[in-house]
């Protein structure tokens, strides 16, 4: 708000324009303890130039130009980059869809400071507080860019559902709390597991089941079916004498959802 006073000996005849004015804009002359005073509100960040005139002349001979910066940063108005804020106010629906990350594999997201009226915010410097919640305590560092845009890094090791609040003054910030889907990371042999009776005690003469639990390095299961296992029984010894039979064939079939039999 711009509230400039103008020398005018009289009441009568002063105009003011400027571009047209957007919601909650206001560009008003008012004669007040005997001279005119400006009120000039723009919510709009850039330059803009105001013509000020006394019965249809130019005020000054030039227009006055106003030069309109970001306001302080607020919290219901900053948000998730990639939700951009369409018409300076609403975000995009994108802003508030979960975050994809696989586990054990760093994640992060950009958030886009504004003051109340929707402009991006030029510098940094806003006391952002980051909070997780979920199965596992992850500990996301904050990154401030100094260009109004802050950078949230994160990595998380068991699959599912986590969320990362982030406050500016006790206050969340739009899409606040960013939810998180974290996946598995790739199978690995070693940490699969075996279901089923046949994995400690076999039958002679008796075809054995029994069931693997494919999962990642992480143990976290991967539900996702289609990866390429293949089996072979080996002899063990006892007392160091070879069994000395043929080891048995053996095959594997998918039962889905990371399960083989």
């Not at 008003?28 to 723009?42: D, E, F």
């Not at 960040?45 to 227009?63: I, M, R």
């Not at 980059?81 to 018409?87: D, H, I, K, P």
């Not at 939810?179 to 054995?208: D, I, Y």
Request: glycine residues 14%; contains cysteine; aromatic residues 6%.
């Amino acid at each position: 708000e711009w509230e400039p006073r103008l020398e005018a000996k009289r009441r009568s005849g002063m105009e003011a324009t400027a571009p047209a004015l957007g919601p909650g804009e206001v560009c008003t002359p008012s004669w007040i303890g005997g001279q005119w005073v400006l009120r000039l509100v723009l919510t709009r960040v850039g330059t803009f130039s105001v013509l000020v005139l006394l019965d249809g002349q130019t005020v000054g001979g030039e227009p006055c130009v106003v030069r309109v910066v970001p306001g302080a940063t607020a919290a219901a108005r900053t948000g998730r980059r990639g939700g951009a804020f369409e018409g300076g106010l609403q975000p995009a629906a994108d802003a508030f869809e979960p975050i994809e990350a696989t586990a054990g594999e760093p994640f992060g997201f950009e958030l886009v400071a504004r003051d109340a009226f929707g402009n991006s915010r030029t510098q940094g410097g806003d006391a952002l507080r980051l909070s997780c919640h979920g199965d596992e305590s992850i500990h996301p560092i904050l990154r401030d860019r100094g260009n109004g845009a802050y950078v949230v890094h994160a990595a998380a090791q068991l699959a599912g559902m986590c969320s990362i609040d982030v406050t500016l003054g006790g206050a969340p910030v739009q899409g606040s709390p960013f939810r998180v889907a974290v996946g598995h990371a790739v199978a690995s042999l070693e940490h699969c597991t075996f279901e089923g009776t046949a994995t400690k005690v076999a039958r002679a003469h008796a075809q054995q089941h029994f069931i693997l639990i494919c999962r990642d390095r992480f143990g976290n299961r991967v539900i996702e079916s289609g990866e390429s296992f293949s089996a072979s029984i080996r002899a063990l010894q006892r007392g160091g004498v070879g069994l000395g039979v043929a080891p048995p064939s053996a095959a594997v079939s998918e039962l889905g959802r990371g399960r083989y039999e």
